[in-house]
């Protein structure tokens, strides 16, 4: 497995809260990502917005932390959504159908104004 | 921005072909259909790890994810048989695979090649397969031992599937014996012992209740369906 680089930060706009995702998400992501999420998903947030505008890398370990946050989102009955994947990273969403449940859109804004 | 593991992963696809079926395989349950994610299961969602150290095996990480992917199926417990083209395991790829105890119909479903590297490699299985969700397999070094691993987040696809799973010994057993007895067999053939660390975690209890509806998928259902269909299928190939 690739040496795993995470970088996370949190903000909050309005209703949502927003991880914004730098690096590798693999695997070794799993505290960082479990502890971003604690962070964006309190305070009686809507929904949680990934944001992967600066994804690197992401191997099908990765994959499996998103069915985790879907999971926790679900829980609390906030709705997970994504924005900034590139082309290739939208092809894993599909190919996983993860695309099915994980709100997809263009831009932050638009992922957003969704979650009002 | 192109991302490193562009070329690790397969492309999407709306629904799975076969090319090629070996002559003493069964295909059912795998071409026309689509795959199914942890999202479209209706099950448990379970996390669940399974790690062999490889004490005293002078073996790298990318020497046990060669060898497992050019003899995936020799690692396997008796019952089961995975039948992969030429290409092996690499992404996109398509294999077959055929269980069953003698005398009954066989059991057949398949797997997609999702993602392979040269220290991991992964699958996801077409609807109808017991269990949707990512399956990955890889090795890596801990403190100069190398590590076998199988971790899945998965959930049983139906209703069937899922009482099948709860039921004592023998849904343990189909869950969680074959990945326990696959790593077994890969430390044998490195001489370490077979003794294989286990964690099951389920993330979610609840029942995804919109996905009754893949007991249609089920392959076990559609296996039986297409044994009992063969003596016809030979008839009408030799009127051909």
Redesign the interface.
Known sequence: ??NTTTALGVRRIGDAGLMDIRGDVT?QSEPALAEAFAEASSGGIRAVILNFSA???????G??LL??L??RA??QKQRLCAYGL?E??R??F?????D??IAIFDSEQAAVGAAR | MTGRDEAYWAKPVRTLTVRTVPADAVNANVAGRRVAGAAQGFGQLWHKRFRVRLDGARVSPQEVIRVWKDRFGDFWPKGARVFLPAAGIAPGEIGLINAGVPGAPTFATGILVIYADDVSFSFISPEGHPFTGPITFSAFDDDGTTVAEVEEFTRASDPLWELLMILPFVGGKIQNGQWVGTLGNLAAHWGAAADVETRIVCLDRGRQWSQAKNVWHNAGIHSAIHAIGAPLRRVARRVD
Do not use: K, P
């Open positions: 497995m690739a695997a994804l690197d890398y992401m191997n099908s370990g994959i499996g069915v985790t879907l999971v679900n829980r590139n290739h990273y092809q894993i599909e190919l996983t159908r993860l099915e449940a």
